[in-house]
Antibody, heavy 119, light 110 residues
Framework: QVQLVQSGAEVEKPGASVKVSCKTS????????IYWVRQAPGQGLEWMGR????????NYAQKFYGWVTMTRDMSISTAYMELRRLRSDDTAVYYC????????????WGQGTLVTVSS | QSALTQPASVSGSPGQSITISCTGT?????????VSWYQQHPGKAPKVMIY???NRPSGVSNRFSGSKSGNTASLTISGLQAEDEADYYC??????????FGGGTKLTVL
């Protein structure tokens, strides 16, 4: 069965960086885009960007350009999202999700990774 | 890209039907049939309920249906049940080759 398993919760200081991993299994990693979505406490979903695991090509939401980097390691079917220069309002649950059928929707999600930014 | 517009909350009694709207622009909802809907219970990851405007993934109840007219997409839940109480989000592909979410709608089953 398809699974996306994310790395554990992180606590970082303002100005630091965080790198969240998303290990996939149960399907061919290079067949589907991986997306990253975040959700601040009590807030809605925010689309951050996506990566093509086959080519490594990325699309980022304009807000995150120069600030986020999405990568992948095909050898271990894992995607990564690194966010730099963290601020307190980056405190959120970060989700990875698999694109379904090339149709810009998310059919499987990771369990989420809570990133807390606090001095 | 601005967020899609959803009502903050809707409510209904068991057995009733409710509709949640999702209004965008000609650069997203109006131009593309890549609108999807997600259900999220507290503390859980979202779950896709509708994709490509009106398609239901296997395993999702046929009480959930989707439609679109112009720049507005809609999610209808018929035969409301207690377990439908959750937050609902719409999403659309955009002309910038990005995706955008709605602000979310809290559904209360009275």
């Amino acid at each position: 069965q398809v699974q996306l398993v994310q790395s554990g919760a992180e606590v970082e200081k303002p100005g630091a960086s965080v790198k969240v991993s998303c290990k996939t299994s149960g399907y061919t990693f290079t067949d589907s885009y991986i997306y990253w979505v975040r959700q601040a406490p009590g807030q809605g979903l925010e689309w951050m960007g996506r990566i093509n695991p086959n080519s490594g090509g990325t699309n980022y939401a304009q807000k995150f350009y120069g600030w986020v980097t999405m990568t992948r390691d095909m050898s271990i079917s894992t995607a990564y999202m690194e966010l730099r220069r963290l601020r307190s309002d980056d405190t959120a649950v970060y989700y990875c999700a698999r694109e379904g059928g090339g149709s810009y929707y998310f059919d499987y999600w990771g369990q989420g990774t809570l990133v807390t930014v606090s001095s | 890209q601005s967020a899609l517009t959803q009502p903050a909350s809707v409510s209904g009694s068991p057995g009733q039907s409710i509709t949640i709207s999702c209004t965008g622009t000609s650069g997203d909802v109006g131009d593309y049939n890549y609108v999807s809907w997600y259900q999220q219970h507290p503390g859980k990851a979202p779950k896709v309920m509708i994709y490509e405007v009106s398609n239901r993934p296997s395993g999702v109840s046929n009480r959930f249906s989707g439609s679109k007219s112009g720049n507005t997409a809609s999610l209808t839940i018929s035969g409301l049940q207690a377990e439908d109480e959750a937050d609902y989000y719409c999403s659309s592909y955009t002309s910038d080759n990005t995706l955008v979410f709605g602000g979310g709608t809290k559904l209360t089953v009275l």
